[in-house]
Structures are given as structure tokens and as C-alpha cells.
């Protein structure tokens, strides 16, 4: 959890804009007062020049408006942008079952009740993601208590849904509607999902519910979700279709002298018509995500915060991550990787693409990703386990002699090969050292072999995996293959 001075973010009330000179509310002060110009474009990807950072390199004087709207799939007929209507990913019956997985871990860990307090969660457990707070106890109905908007998480959820009410009442409504949790001697062991709620908020909950023992939920309830239904799976399916069309459509328009940028809103508006929500729901603390990364050369080797193999330059230090307005060149790893989110599910997918050819050292790695991936899908079955299959990419790394590159490269590598998939885009399982409980049927992972060059860029795979009862099904419908564009493919002259 975060500390409550990390949330509030200052220590005194803030002095008054009525009496305080609002000249500095107006303009930020001088780094360096003789020279702020450098502060107002993206710092250089290439040391000898500037200027293609700060606006997209022409790719033909007299006329780029195939590179500001997205050219129609079909002339005659833009009907297949439209999106679909929304599915609910989940019914009455499907959302017990959740409920009553959840209570068997609860039994397991001696918890007498769980309070869902984050958006993902309600949404998971009861069909709306309206503000509010999930009571789950240990044996019987849940119970919603929602605060805004209570007309719609009515309409939507698929439990008990009433009021919030007063906050300091909180409590009381628990102990009224929970007698046997609540009127003991004893305080009542509830859990949370502690590792997403916010320190200022868990005190709230501790002033409010004073008959509470606070316990970590946070690993049950992942658990809980690691294993996916049929209808969560047929969510996933639909992004997966999307992306695919997506794609398809942004290396068919890929041109030399287009920026990362442009690619990426070419991309980006086909799954937005198509039904992606524009965002991917990440749980780590103050970890973001676009739609992904859509970024070549040196810029795609570029390292963040993010927590990835691969980040992107970005448009600046206020988003130091995905794509950049560096325009794309010739002979360059193109790096796409693309989520896309329908109806709360996401896939996680990545293609290498170059205009040209790829130098051999990129393509060797590409070829080991690709072999890598081969591997590992045949180690993919319940029963295995997740660190065993990130050991196993070391060492298909190490052998092609590729290992200071894998991941990430130097400090920047990450420690994973692949992680669970869903509503957010890292969920349970990872395949990381420590992750020692089995794969089940009904698990869903992305698996990402990638590997990094400083200077040059990045090149690697990324499929998402659906376990099943006897092996593994491939969700990616995007051909795997490096997307080598000729001149005349890439709208160049040929």
C-alpha cells in the first residue's frame, strides 16, 4: 500500500489562489533562464539533428492526408469499422460461481469476509464497475454498496446492490446486513485487496469498520481470476480478431518517413471504431499503458519506467513510454506491440516489421524468438510450472549466445518471459521466478521473447495462450513471420 502522505501530497492546506500571486500558476520558472527551447520538444533520438522530433518528416511534399486519416478499408463500404454492440462478458450464474470460488479460498485462509474495493474487481464480481464497495462473506449473498452511480449499478450488476450511504456508517450497514460476521466478541477477519487500495482510504476503512481485522486478499482474489470462462475467453477472442485487422491495416499503410506516431493512430483508430476502449488496465502501482508500443530503431530500445522488455521514447518525459513523432527508416526493426481491449479483455500481441530487410544479427534473434516460442508452447499443459518455463527461455537465450540481450538489455532487463492476461494486463500468473503454483486449464497468458540492441532497436514475438485441459490454444490470429515491406509495399517509389 502507498502511505497516506504519497496520496495527500502535502502536509499543509494549500494557500489560497485569492491571495497567493498567480503569475506562477501561469508559467513555470526557468530551468535555465537564458534557454528553455530544449524543454519544449521531445530530447534527440539521433545526436546529429532535432528537427525530425519535432514535427513528421514529409514523405511527399505535395500531399501527406494519407497520413492524417485513416485510408477505408473498403471504398464503397465502411460498415465493418463499426463497432459491435457490447457483450456482458459474464451473467448471474457465471458471477455465483466467481463468488463461491473466492469463498473457498477465504475458508482456506480463515477469512470471514472480503471487501472488493477496486474498479476491476467490483466489475469482475458483479457486472458494473460503478464506485462503490463488493462485500463478500465467507458463506452467502453479496452484497454492492454503491455510492455513484447507484440507477446504473442497479441496471448493470448482477448481486445485491443498495446505497452507500454515510460513510461513517459504513460499518453499521455491514454489521445490519452481516449479523453473523460481525456480532461477535471477536473482530472479524476481513481481507482486501490491499496491494491496489490506498493507504488514506485503509484508515477511512479502519475508523469506519472498527469491528474488522484487516488481512491481504489481494493473492486470492488474483487467484480467483487467473482461470477464465468460456465468455471471458470469447472477450479475449473478439480483441484478438480486432487486433489482427488492426495491424493488417497499419503495415498495408506503412510508409518510409512516416513517424511511430502516425503508424500508431493508423492502428489505434481501426480498433477504436472497432471496439476498443482505449485503455489497457494495468494493477502495478503507478504503472501505465497505451495501446501499446508502436516504435522503431533506436527509439524502441529506448529504456523506461515501464515495466517491460521494451518501452518506446515516447512524446516526452511526461510520457516516456510507446511512440515517439521520430520518423520510421529504412533497414530498421519496427517493434508493434499491440493490446487491444473489447468488452473489458484484452490481448497482448507483438509483430517485428522492417521497411526492407533486417540486419542478420536482429534477424538471428528474431529466429531464436520465434524457436524460443516453439519451446515453450510445448512445455504449455496444467500442471507446469510458470518459473519452470521462464528458466527454460534462459536457457534458450544463453545457448544462442543472446543472453545479455534478452529482456531488455543491462539493468534495464526485465525478469520474466510471460504473465497471465484479462481484465488487466498483468495478471497471475507470471512466468518469473517464484511463480511455482501449476498452470490450470482455463488460464490465459501472453508470452513475450524479445530481445534489445541500444542504438539499434528491439525484435521479438508475442502471442497470448489460452490453457486447456490437454495443452494449449494459440488466441493470436495475426501470422507470425517478420512483415518485411519492399519499397513499393511501403508506399516509396519502387
Known sequence: MQQPSELTGQSEPAESFDQADRSDLTASAPVRQADRSDLT????????????????????????????????VR????????AP??????????????????????????????LVTQNVGL????????????????????????RKSLARAQNEAEVRTVELGSFRQFGDKLAADYPETFAGETPAAIGADLDV???????????????AKWADASAIMRKTRSVK?????????RAAGVAAEALAEGLARLREGMTELELMAIIEGVM??????????????????????????????????????????????????????????????????????VDGYTIDQTRTAVIGRLPEEQRRA?????????????????????????????????AAGLAGHFMGFGADQVKFLGHGIGLEIDEWPVLARGFAEPLEAGMVLAIEPKFTWPGVGVVGIENTYLITADGFETLTVSPERVYECEASEAGGRP
Not at 88 to 110: F, G, K, N, V
Not at 197 to 211: N, S, V
Open 41 to 72: 520538444a521531445p530530447a534527440p533520438v539521433r545526436q546529429a539533428g532535432r528537427s525530425d522530433l519535432t514535427a513528421p518528416a514529409p514523405v511527399r511534399p505535395a500531399d501527406r492526408s494519407d497520413l492524417t486519416a485513416p485510408a477505408p
Open 75 to 82: 471504398p464503397a463500404d465502411r460498415s465493418d469499422l463499426t
Open 85 to 114: 454492440a457490447p457483450v456482458r462478458p459474464a451473467d448471474r450464474s457465471e458471477l455465483t460461481d466467481r463468488r463461491i470460488r473466492l469463498q473457498r479460498y477465504m475458508e482456506r485462509e480463515r477469512l470471514d469476509g472480503c
Open 123 to 146: 466489475f469482475y464480481w458483479t457486472g458494473s464497475m460503478q464506485s462503490g464497495y463488493l462485500f463478500i462473506p465467507r458463506s452467502g449473498e453479496a452484497t454492492y454498496y454503491v
Open 197 to 211: 487500495l490506498p493507504a488514506q482510504l485503509y484508515l477511512r476503512l479502519q475508523e469506519a469498520i472498527p469491528r
Open 229 to 237: 470462462s468460456e465468455a471471458e475467453v470469447a472477450a479475449i477472442r
Open 272 to 341: 477504436r471504431r472497432k471496439g476498443h476502449i482505449g485503455l489497457m488496465r494495468m494493477r502495478g502501482y503507478n504503472q501505465e499503458i497505451m495501446t501499446g508500443v508502436v516504435a522503431a530503431g533506436e527509439a524502441a530500445a529506448t529504456p523506461t519506467y515501464f515495466d517491460g522488455p521494451a518501452g518506446g521514447l515516447g512524446l516526452g518525459p511526461a510520457a516516456p513510454q510507446s511512440s515517439s513523432t521520430r520518423p520510421i527508416g529504412r533497414g530498421e526493426p519496427i517493434l508493434l506491440d499491440i493490446g487491444c481491449c
Open 366 to 398: 528474431y529466429d531464436t524468438a520465434e524457436a524460443m516460442l516453439r519451446k515453450i508452447e510445448g512445455m504449455l499443459r496444467p500442471g507446469e510450472i510458470p518459473e519452470q518455463l521462464y528458466l527454460a527461455a534462459l536457457e534458450e537465450a544463453r
